[in-house]
């Protein structure tokens, strides 16, 4: 069976609202919602086919867009390849020139629509930030919390409270700190042990990568309206990952750091090649900054990770 290439849009208004339209009826998966696209024909650029399909269906020129994921799928009749960019930028006012309901939608509200099994991870990925903080080792906790309220203001929307080296109840006392800190203006996402779950409901769950072989034969730990996220280095992870139906991962060390002197890097290539078989947002992380995010783009990566990098400098 052939895979038929999808070009896809998140098209995302001013307001940081998403465009969604619904399905005919009468069309494979039809009734439920989708990001608006179509066939890409034999020798097409994908932004070429994108462009006039989004003219086609909503009346409407791109002027701004770049790649956001590409996911393959598998339905039982029919095998799909969805390459998904997102549009900030277009002429005219969408409206459904083939008659197909049109809704503007919050990311956060993406979730309660019906969409196909292949836009699953679309919907995950039009909901993540393109960078990723992670808290820096060697702080006192309350360096780490004037940290956090600092990236909060300047807008940072998906922190990782990590940290290592504390005591149990250090860090459990951080991560209630932390949670106030990033109610409704960022995602939270702690790391320990899977018993603590229940204590934080509002923050999702990043797996270490012996987490991740640990309880991946075990399936998704949570229910799918809480972020589960995961650490990985190669294939066998990714495959793992995969199969636990985690929301995103990071994917590490592109290239050499400090905090891990020894470790070889992946360098860009062997990481465009690990996300080409992986349907789910994925961060780069080891080595990388602000400036690396538009290439993180160029390969297929949701955006990229980052310790110090991104971690807001003290004042004074």
């Known amino acids: 069976m052939k895979r038929v290439h999808v070009a896809a849009a998140v098209i995302r208004g001013a307001d940081g609202r998403v465009l969604i339209a619904r399905r005919p009826d009468d069309k494979h998966q039809g009734g439920l919602w989708e990001f608006p696209g179509g066939k890409v024909e034999e020798g097409e650029p994908v932004q070429a086919a994108l462009a006039r399909e989004l003219e086609e269906e909503l009346g409407i020129r791109v002027q701004q867009a770049r790649p956001l994921i590409r996911v393959a799928h598998d339905y039982p009749d029919k095998q799909v390849l969805l390459d998904v960019w997102e549009v900030s930028a277009f002429d005219g006012e ?39 903080l992670i808290t820096p080792d060697g702080l006192e906790p309350q360096e780490i919390v004037q940290g956090i309220r600092a990236a909060v203001a300047s807008g940072v929307r998906l922190i990782q409270l990590r940290a290592p080296n504390m005591y149990s109840p250090e860090y459990r006392d951080l991560a209630v700190d932390a949670v106030g800190l990033c109610a409704g203006k960022a995602q939270l996402m702690l790391k320990g042990p899977l018993e603590w779950l229940g204590d934080f409901p509002s923050a999702g ?24 996220a995961a650490s990985c280095h190669n294939a066998e992870e990714l495959a793992l990952a995969s199969a636990m139906g985690v929301d995103f991962i990071t994917l590490s060390p592109v290239q050499a750091t400090e905090s891990h002197p020894g470790e070889p890097a992946l360098g860009w290539e062997a990481a465009q090649a690990l996300i080409g078989g992986f349907n789910q947002p994925v961060f780069l992380l080891g080595g990388l900054g602000p400036q690396d995010v538009e290439r993180a783009w160029q390969i297929g990566a949701q955006g990229v990770a980052g310790i110090r990098a991104f971690w807001p400098k003290a004042e004074g």
């Open 94 to 132: 969408p409206h459904g020139a083939e008659g197909q309901p049109l809704a503007w939608v919050s990311p956060r509200e993406l979730p309660d629509y019906d969409f196909p099994a292949a836009n699953r991870p679309i919907v995950q990925a039009a909901r993540l930030p393109e960078r990723y």
């Open 205 to 228: 769950w990043h797996l270490t990568a012996e987490q991740l072989r640990k309880y991946a034969p075990n399936g998704r730990p949570f229910p799918v309206d809480r972020l589960l």
